[in-house]
């Protein structure tokens, strides 16, 4: 194995994990699931059958990834952090021919213990604050905090929040990168 999973975990057969990836105590990875290179799977994760992570994923502790879900490269997932799949469950209807896709794009950041209810896409570089509870598509570099979630702000991709001046340029008080808002959002330039 070119991954590392600890003796506590259960890794069924028909999963794919990809190189250097760390899986640590009991976790849970279902068949059908894909994992990509140097994620790192924190205490008590359950990945469910179909769930696509790209490179890099970070997975803190207790967090559940329903099928439906897609992350790409560079997410961050808080402690507690809750995925739904089904919009209107209940116990007596089956509705596993309705889970709904959520896509995390890459280098967003999930906060501990926000809920993201399914069918929505999280853009590039937003960070979700902890505790959130989003109900929408959240645009690329947004910062959302609340419940229901609404957007305050732009972050970098370094996470930092960004001070647009007159010209609608903001620097990235860490990185130095700079940024234009738009009439559509935030760009990088």
Known sequence: ??????????????????????????????????????????????????????????????????????????????????????????????????YEKTLVKKGATIGANATIVCGHTIGRFAFIGAGSVVTKDVPDYALMIGNPAKQ???????????SFNEKKLATCKESGEQYQLTETGVIKI
Not at 88 to 93: E, Y
Request: proline share 4%; glycine share 10%; hydrophobic share 35%.
């Open 1 to 98: 194995m070119d991954y590392f999973v600890h003796e506590s975990s259960y890794i069924d057969e028909g999963c794919h994990i990809g190189k250097g990836t760390k899986i640590w105590h009991f976790c849970h990875i279902m068949p059908d699931s894909v994992i990509g290179e140097n994620c790192n799977i924190g205490q008590n994760v359950m990945i469910a059958p179909f769930v696509i992570l790209g490179n890099n994923v970070k997975i803190q502790n207790n967090v559940s990834i329903y099928t439906g879900v897609v992350c790409e490269d560079d997410v961050f997932l808080g402690p507690s952090m809750v995925f739904t799949n089904v919009g209107h469950p209940r116990s007596a209807v089956v509705r596993k021919d309705k």
């Open 152 to 162: 305050t702000g732009w972050v970098s991709e370094y996470g930092h929040k960004l």
